[in-house]
């Protein structure tokens, strides 16, 4: 009903420059993204993004967060040469640091950052901390998904989600 053309965009897959053009939404990987705006014969394609999401914006701090502050300083460099506004969105269901990955993204505190605690959860969170003193690599690792999967197991038969 809304007329918007969906395509995938990944190692896996490829796009024509017809079918770019013909696409309202890509979906697509920050590496796959981070070599498409590379490319120069590219460019003209991603000129016309006007609403980059970064799904997991926490990752910034993971091995994935260099390709994430590339693609977000490339927007930026973009915006600022063409001076036509794209749209830079972060979602992430942990983030400690919001105020700060709202400075990279440059969202004005008082209109653009959103912050949603557990209060909009409609279940709220439970935690529960289980300590694990197995110092062999393997055996910690298979333990923790042991415990992990029996607390969910539990969880689960008790009636909850």
Known sequence: PYKIN?????????????????????????????????QGEERAYTQLVKLVIMDEIHLLADE???????????????????????????????????TDVATLLR???????????????PVPLQMQYLGVAESNAFKKHTLMNELCYQRAVAQRTAGHQ
């Open 6 to 38: 969906v395509r995938e965009l990944s190692g896996d897959s490829s796009l024509t420059r017809q079918q770019i053009a013909d696409t309202q939404l890509i979906v697509t990987t920050p590496e796959k993204w981070d070599v498409v705006t590379r």
């Open 64 to 98: 994935r967060g260099p390709v994430l502050e590339t693609i977000v300083s490339r927007v930026i460099r973009q915006v600022e040469n063409t001076r036509e506004p794209i749209r830079l969105v972060g979602l992430s269901a942990t983030l400690p640091n919001y």
């Open 107 to 121: 969202v004005k505190p008082r209109r653009g950052l959103f912050f949603f605690d557990h209060s909009y959860r």
